[in-house]
């Protein structure tokens, strides 16, 4: 399939935003561990901006760097959201409560506790009536989410924003199932070239795949411990906007080969 690139949004330990976080991506800066400060979105109303979780408002942050660098109207976009486990904390919560002798579940974590709940309130945040599709595949979450994203450009020739977003579950659900940091990251794709500067062709291919490695030793630590960074090989080279192939990891006997090229 191919498809444009018409912008990015990144946020994640170290990388505060696509702009600050390309020149880290592209080798020139050293990349420095630093926390993810993540905000709660000025677009929700003050009533739905309080019952978010990390998950939501990541999600709602890289979604809107992507389309505000696009140029894009967010209402009038389609949307892919993919988390490998989505709201942890409130998975957490739910879970305690459920331990307890009180069982009552109060209703604000029972609708966070779905799974398309970031897309629920960006539809709020955004008014978009748009498709809009959620999905999770584990460790291959960003892998399917982008083969997704770019089906329905390649079928339907519209563009679709994609945001893959993850957030580590507090004890003991974290040593059950480690995710080692908050990332989100989010792609404007496009069927034609007109605002993009970068082409991508997206092939499934059968058989496991060699997953391309973070040069950086701090990312690729972070490449590997969260589902969400595994978009970080091609993060990298859409930062160098040059041509390169990039593989990511898909299911155990498939992989997605990605090759990026600039488009003049």
């Known amino acids: 399939m191919r498809l444009f690139i018409e912008s990015m ?151 679709v924003v994609l945001i893959a977003y993850d957030q580590p579950y507090p004890e003991p659900l974290g040593s059950v199932r480690p995710i080692g940091a908050i990332f989100g990251a989010a792609l404007v794709l496009a069927s034609q070239a007109d605002r993009a500067s970068i082409q991508l062709e997206v092939t499934f291919a059968a058989g496991k795949g060699n997953a391309t490695p973070m040069a950086d030793a701090a990312l690729e630590a972070l490449r590997g411990s969260v589902p969400a960074a595994r978009s970080l090989p091609l993060l990298a080279a859409l930062a160098r906007n040059r041509s390169e192939d990039v593989v990511l990891e898909y299911l155990e006997a498939a992989h997605l080969h990605i090759t990026v090229a600039p488009c003049s």
């Not at 990349?31 to 998950?55: C, D, K, M, N, Q």
């Not at 331990?99 to 960006?122: C, D, I, K, L, Q």
């Not at 709020?124 to 399917?144: K, N, P, V």
């Open 9 to 159: 949004g990144l946020l994640g330990p170290g990388l505060a935003g696509w702009a600050a976080s390309r020149p880290v991506l592209r080798g020139e800066v050293p990349y420095r561990h630093a926390p993810a400060v993540v905000t709660a979105s000025e677009f929700l109303p003050p009533v739905e901006r309080r019952r978010t979780g990390i998950p939501v408002k990541l999600a709602l942050a890289v979604g809107h760097e992507a389309l505000t660098n696009a140029g894009r109207d967010a209402a009038a976009t389609a949307t892919v959201f993919t988390s490998s486990g989505s709201d942890g904390e409130n998975v957490h919560q739910l879970c305690e409560t459920l331990a307890s002798s009180e069982r009552e579940v109060s209703p604000t974590r029972f609708h966070n506790s779905v799974h398309n709940a970031a897309a629920g309130y960006w539809s709020i945040a955004t008014r978009c009536h748009e498709t809009s599709t959620s999905l999770c595949c584990r460790d291959a979450s960003f892998a399917a989410g982008l083969l997704e994203a770019a089906a329905q450009v390649a079928t339907a020739g519209a563009a």
